[in-house]
């Protein structure tokens, strides 16, 4: 069965520091990644997608498949990044997602 | 611009009471799935939906049923309203259509079981 492991329930950094928020996954087949991220008071939306190869608010993931890793990176976190991220995967052609168990980032000032 | 609409955003039930909670979709989408949001736990899939009348069990269906008559319209049923079923209830929609499908979220419904 897939699994989403999200390490950290909690991460805090300054302000100009990098962070890398880790995510690693089992899967057998060839899977889909994302990162999901919930601003305070908005709703759930997609960070990114590794199939997009995309950096979004500064944000990227590179999917790593011999360490079954997907990390989000940025190299200078601000304090609005300070919210929950999670993690999840989709079996490729099987539309449903399974989600890690998140993880709060607090960017400090 | 995707709208998922949920009918409530607070809910107190009591023990035992039969709970609806609706989801609306307007963009035509083939999927929608239910999930709760707990502290600690992430979000766990409940049921989901890939055509009108059709459904799956997710990882945690048991206490609860689905129902959709309407491709716009999802709808989360608990049977007999239990307090572990405090939760954070999210809907999503999504569109069949090749890899790297999207999720479009609600906005939720806090639901409390006194």
């Known amino acids: 069965a897939q699994r989403v492991t999200q390490p950290e329930k909690l991460l805090s950094v300054f302000k100009g520091a990098p962070v890398e928020l880790k995510c690693n996954y089992s899967y057998s087949g060839s899977p889909e990644l994302f990162w999901y991220v919930q601003y305070s008071r908005q709703r759930l939306q997609l960070l990114l997608r590794h199939i997009s190869r995309e950096s979004i608010k500064g944000f990227t993931a590179d999917l790593n498949k011999g360490e079954t890793s997907f990390h989000l990176k940025k190299p200078f976190a601000q304090e609005e990044d300070s919210t929950m991220y999670y993690c999840?995967?989709?079996?490729?052609?099987?539309?449903?997602?399974?989600f890690g168990k998140g993880t709060l980032l607090t960017v400090n000032p | 611009d995707v709208k998922v609409t949920q009918s409530s955003r607070y809910l107190v039930k009591r023990t035992g009471e039969k709970v609806f909670l609706e989801c609306v979709q307007d963009?035509?989408?083939?999927?929608m799935f239910w999930y709760r949001q707990d502290p600690g736990l992430g979000l766990r899939l409940i049921y989901f939906?890939?055509?009108?009348?059709?459904?799956e069990k997710g990882d945690i269906p048991e206490g609860y049923s689905v129902s959709r008559e309407k491709k716009e319209r999802f709808s989360l049923i608990l049977e007999s309203a239990s307090t572990n079923q405090t939760s954070m209830y999210l809907c999503?929609?999504?569109?069949?259509?090749?890899?790297?499908?999207?999720?479009?979220f609600g906005p939720g419904t806090r639901l409390t079981v006194t």
């Open positions: 999840a995967l989709s079996q490729g052609s099987n539309y449903k997602l399974t």
């Open positions: 963009m035509d989408h083939e999927n």
């Open positions: 939906s890939y055509d009108v009348k059709m459904k």
């Open positions: 999503a929609s999504s569109l069949v259509a090749g890899w790297a499908y999207e999720q479009y």
